[in-house]
């Protein structure tokens, strides 16, 4: 009874904020969402210190959350495949190179600068933590958040063959990080001897690889059922089981749920939706999805906003999170203008794009989810407190400004789609 509370909880919150977000405000869906969360938690913060009883019973009932299970476990898997269900798979294919160096060497370095500039910045406001913990602050920060990214991108209308390189980066960078994420917490927890190349490349291999390889294998698994009926109802439970049975089975063999899903989604939309279904189905397949996408996001940055009510941020780690939102744009600069400097000749690029990816580059639930996985053992306070000042700046700041900015740069394709009427 404790999970389905929980539930009603978030999806009631989520209804009424997005009801007055759509009525009033009307922000961008899921940075609406986030600022009434935010709004509303600090708000409660208030009362509670005044002792109001049911202030202090609904911070239990958040606490009771596991956010990174809610995230890592159940949501994520059906975000990442309602996005990559409608990704462009011939257009992912021509900048797929770029993507796939971006995804991997772009969180390398990324890791290694944000890390290596928190260790010395630390010092400057009194505190200091041991080198490996500000690795893993700087790989749990650094994936871009494909759940953001594909919430505010659909506002901004940017051209087309950017918003691919954007979304593509997102989808696979997060597999990615987690990779790194885990080798750089076995080394944190059990020391560098336990962690060896051998052992690290070979949880690359399995995780990374080995997801997927198993997401070709269940999307075309899908595909081929898909092709074979004729039934609307029939082929979304299919899909619903692809992604639920998936996620269980990368589990089980202990490779990258989050690659495997969004490859299998990937081959879904592409030749699923194009060659193995019929019209109606098509239909039916896409506003099921959109619908899911639509309640988990709004679940999501409701949670993340009312988590505010259960943190302890004191001053000196929001001054530290300030500094540290222009460590990760800058990062996130080098880290970008690097792999396309290297890959200038496959892939010409400008200074606008090079400003777009930087500034589109969204933090959000994955850092989240990961910063808060983080035992007592480690500094976890300061790092979950750094990590969610950089996220709501990411969020809220870049979110309602990348449309202005494309604009402005002139990249955008068309009209900005209004907010009244958007998803």
């Known amino acids: 009874m404790q999970l389905y509370n929980t539930l009603a909880l978030l999806l009631v919150v989520a209804a009424v904020f997005g009801y007055l977000n759509h009525r009033f405000l009307k922000l961008p869906g899921v940075i609406g969402l986030m600022i009434l969360a935010l709004v509303s938690s600090l708000g409660a913060i208030g009362l509670g210190k005044l002792g109001v009883d049911w202030?202090?019973?609904?911070?239990?009932?958040?606490?009771?959350?596991?956010?990174?299970?809610?995230?890592?476990?159940?949501?994520?898997?059906?975000?990442?495949?309602?996005?990559?269900?409608?990704?462009?798979?011939?257009?992912?294919?021509?900048?797929?190179?770029?993507?796939?160096?971006?995804?991997?060497?772009?969180?390398?370095?990324?890791?290694f600068l944000i890390?290596?500039?928190?260790?010395?910045?630390?010092?400057?406001?009194?505190?200091?933590?041991?080198?490996?913990?500000?690795?893993?602050?700087?790989?749990?920060?650094?994936?871009?958040?494909?759940?953001?990214?594909?919430?505010?991108?659909?506002?901004?209308?940017?051209?087309?063959?950017?918003?691919?390189?954007?979304?593509?980066?997102?989808?696979?960078?997060?597999?990615?990080?987690?990779?790194?994420?885990?080798?750089?917490?076995?080394?944190?927890?059990?020391?560098?001897?336990?962690?060896?190349?051998?052992?690290?490349?070979h949880l690359f291999l399995v995780e990374a690889v080995g997801g997927i390889i198993l997401g070709a294998v269940l999307g075309?698994?899908?595909?081929?059922?898909?092709?074979?009926?004729?039934?609307?109802?029939?082929?979304?439970?299919?899909?619903?089981?692809?992604?639920?049975?998936?996620?269980?089975?990368?589990?089980?063999?202990?490779?990258?749920?989050?690659?495997?899903?969004?490859?299998?989604?990937?081959?879904?939309?592409s030749k699923g939706r194009s060659l193995g279904m019929s019209d109606i189905t098509r239909e039916y397949l896409d506003k099921f999805w959109e619908i899911l996408d639509e309640i988990l996001n709004a679940v999501l940055f409701v949670l993340i906003g009312l988590e505010m009510l259960i943190l302890d941020i004191s001053r000196t780690t929001l001054l530290v999170g300030v500094v540290t939102i222009g460590l990760v744009l800058v990062a996130r600069w080098v880290s970008v203008g690097v792999p396309l400097v290297l890959l200038q000749r496959f892939y010409p690029f400008d200074r606008q794009t090079l400003r777009v990816l930087t500034w589109g580059g969204l933090r959000g639930g994955i850092s989240v989810a990961l910063a808060l996985s983080l035992p007592q053992s480690m500094p976890r306070d300061l790092l979950v407190g750094v990590t969610y000042v950089v996220v709501i700046f990411s969020i809220i700041v870049q979110g309602l400004s990348i449309g202005p900015l494309v604009k402005k740069l002139g990249l955008s394709t068309g009209p900005a789609e209004d907010s009244n009427t958007a998803h």
């Open 115 to 201: 890390g290596t500039a928190f260790y010395y910045l630390l010092p400057l406001f009194g505190q200091q933590i041991d080198y490996i913990y500000c690795l893993l602050f700087g790989v749990l920060i650094s994936p871009t958040d494909p759940i953001a990214v594909l919430g505010i991108l659909k506002e901004a209308r940017i051209d087309k063959s950017l918003e691919i390189r954007i979304v593509g980066e997102s989808l696979f960078n997060d597999g990615i990080a987690v990779v790194v994420f885990i080798s750089l917490f076995q080394i944190a927890q059990f020391g560098a001897e336990k962690a060896t190349p051998g052992v690290i490349g």
């Open 55 to 111: 202030v202090v019973q609904a911070g239990h009932l958040v606490r009771s959350i596991d956010f990174h299970a809610v995230l890592m476990d159940i949501m994520l898997s059906f975000l990442l495949f309602a996005g990559a269900l409608h990704v462009d798979v011939g257009a992912l294919g021509r900048q797929g190179l770029a993507i796939g160096v971006m995804a991997t060497l772009g969180i390398l370095l990324s890791t």
């Open 220 to 269: 075309y698994a899908a595909y081929w059922a898909l092709r074979t009926i004729d039934n609307y109802q029939v082929e979304v439970m299919i899909t619903l089981a692809l992604v639920m049975g998936g996620t269980a089975l990368a589990t089980r063999l202990h490779t990258s749920g989050p690659l495997a899903i969004v490859v299998a989604g990937l081959i879904v939309g």
